[in-house]
C-alpha cells in the first residue's frame, strides 16, 4: 500500500507504542496521592495497578482477533480512544471508584498492542519484521523511561496536570488516526468463519500453545518471560537488605538496563538480524540472559555488588535480543490472516507470566534465599535455550517457522 509519510502505518504504531508506554508511566508518581484523596490504602493503590493489568491481559486476545476480523485500523482508533477517556476519568476522579473505572478502561483498551504487532507483520517483508519488531519494542522501552519523568515534573503544577496531558496526546492521536491511518490489513477471505467465542481470552492463550508450530518460540518467551518478571520483583529487595543500596543506587541499575534494551533493540537488533537471523539471535540473547541471571546468583555468593551492573548489562542486551527474535519466529509460523489473533494470544500469555513470575520469585526468595532464586531463573532460561537449540537441531518445527507462511 502506498501512503504519504504521515499516514505510513507502522511509523504510526511506533508512535502509538511510545504513547502507550508514557501513559503507564506517567499515572505512576501522581496515582497514590490522587488515590488517598478518596482513603484509598496501600492494598487499593495497588489494586488500582493489578486491575489495569488484569484487564489488559483479559482484552488483548480479543482485540487481536478483531483486529483479524475487522482490520487494524478500527481496533487502533477506538482503543486510543479509550485510553484518553480512561486517563481523563483519572484525572477528574471524584469517587476512588472512577479511579478504578478509569484504569479498567484504560487497560481494556490498551490491549491494542496485538494489533500493533500485527500492523507491523503486516507492512514488513518476512526479512525486515523481527528489526521492526525491535523497533516497537525500542519505542515502547523509550516510553516507559520518559513517563515517569513527565508525570513527575507535570504534578508540580497540580497532580491531575499529567493526566489530562496524557488524554490531549492520546486524543491528538485518535483524530490523526482518523485523518490519516490507512488500513494496513489485506482484506481477509468472505469464507473466513468468525464467532463470539473466538473472544475467549483463555480458549485464544490455550489455542496458542496447543499450536505445534508456535510451541517452542512461545514456551521460550514465556520461560524468559518469567524469569525476568521474577528478577524485576525481588532485585530490589536484594539490593536493600543483602548490599545496603538506596533507592537511587537501585534506580541507576534499572536505567542500565533500560538503556541498554532501548540500543540493542533500535540498532544492535538491525546488525545482528542479517549475519545470524531469527535463530540465531535467539540463542545469543538467551545464552546471555542465562549468564545475566547466573551473575546475579553469583554476585550475591560472593556478596560482590561490582557484579550486578554487568549482571544489568547483559541483560539488557540479552534479553531484548531473544525476546525480539522469538516473536519474529511466531510472527512468520502464521498467515496475514491470523497475525492480530496469534499477537493478541501471545502476548496475553507472556502478560500472565509477568503475573505468575513475582508472585514464583518472592516465594522463591522467602523459602530458599537469595542465591537461589536467581539459579531457578537461570534453570529456565537454559531450558528456553535448549528447546529451542533442540528443536533447530533435531525437528523441522522451528526451521518451518522461519519460512513465509501461505496465506
Known amino acids: 500500500m502506498q501512503t504519504t509519510a504521515i499516514a505510513n502505518p507502522y511509523r504510526f504504531a511506533l508512535v502509538t507504542a511510545l504513547l502507550n508506554m508514557i501513559g503507564v508511566g506517567i499515572i505512576g508518581p501522581v496515582a497514590p496521592y490522587l488515590a488517598a484523596r ?44 479509550g485510553s484518553a477517556v480512561g486517563y481523563l476519568l483519572f484525572g477528574i476522579g471524584g469517587a476512588l471508584w472512577i479511579l478504578f473505572a478509569g484504569r479498567i478502561i484504560d487497560g481494556l483498551t490498551a490491549g491494542n498492542v496485538s494489533a500493533l504487532y500485527a500492523i507491523v507483520a503486516d507492512t514488513s517483508t518476512p526479512a525486515e519484521r523481527t528489526q521492526r519488531f525491535g523497533a516497537l519494542g525500542a519505542a515502547s522501552g523509550l516510553g516507559l523511561v520518559l513517563g515517569p519523568v513527565l508525570g513527575g515534573s507535570l504534578a508540580q503544577l497540580t497532580p491531575e496536570t499529567p493526566l489530562y496531558c496524557a488524554a490531549a496526546l492520546t486524543l491528538a492521536m485518535t483524530l490523526w488516526g482518523v485523518w490519516a491511518l490507512p488500513e494496513s490489513k489485506q482484506p481477509a477471505p468472505q469464507s473466513t468463519p468468525f464467532n463470539t467465542a473466538s473472544l475467549n481470552p483463555f480458549a485464544q492463550m490455550v489455542g496458542l500453545i ?75 540473547g538467551l545464552s546471555l540472559a ?3 541471571f547466573a551473575l546475579t546468583g553469583i554476585a550475591v555468593v560472593l556478596t560482590s555488588a561490582a557484579l550486578l551492573p554487568v549482571a544489568a548489562a547483559t541483560l ?19 498467515g496475514a490472516h491470523e497475525q492480530g489473533r496469534m499477537q493478541g494470544s501471545n502476548q496475553a500469555v507472556q502478560a500472565l507470566a509477568r503475573v505468575i513470575g513475582p508472585l514464583w520469585g518472592g516465594w522463591l526468595y522467602l ?5 537461589t532464586t536467581y539459579w531457578v531463573s537461570t534453570v ?27 496465506d
Do not use: K, N
Open 210 to 284: 496447543a499450536d505445534h508450530r508456535l510451541q517452542v518460540p512461545v514456551l521460550a518467551a514465556t520461560l524468559l518471560t518469567l524469569s525476568f518478571a521474577l528478577l524485576l520483583a525481588t532485585l530490589p529487595v536484594l539490593t536493600m537488605t543483602h548490599f545496603g543500596w538506596g533507592t537511587e543506587s537501585t534506580g541507576a541499575l534499572f536505567a542500565v538496563f533500560g538503556t541498554l534494551s532501548i540500543i540493542t533493540q533500535a540498532l544492535l537488533l538491525r546488525q545482528l538480524l542479517p549475519r545470524l537471523g531469527e535463530r540465531g539471535v535467539a540463542l545469543v
Open 316 to 334: 539488557g542486551i540479552g534479553v531484548p535480543l531473544a525476546s525480539t527474535a522469538l516473536s519474529g519466529i511466531s510472527s512468520q509460523v502464521v
Open 290 to 292: 542465562a549468564l545475566g
Open 380 to 406: 529456565h532460561v537454559l531450558v528456553a535455550l535448549g528447546l529451542v537449540a533442540l528443536a533447530l537441531t533435531h525437528t523441522s518445527s522451528l526451521r518451518a517457522a522461519t519460512a513465509p507462511a501461505a
Open 367 to 371: 523459602a530458599a534465599g537469595a542465591a
Open 38 to 81: 478518596y482513603g484509598a490504602d496501600a492494598l487499593a493503590i495497588s489494586a488500582l495497578t493489578a486491575v489495569y493489568a488484569l484487564a489488559q491481559l483479559l482484552a488483548t486476545p480479543a482485540l487481536g482477533v478483531l483486529s483479524d476480523r475487522y482490520g487494524r485500523r478500527p481496533v487502533l482508533l477506538v482503543s486510543l480512544f
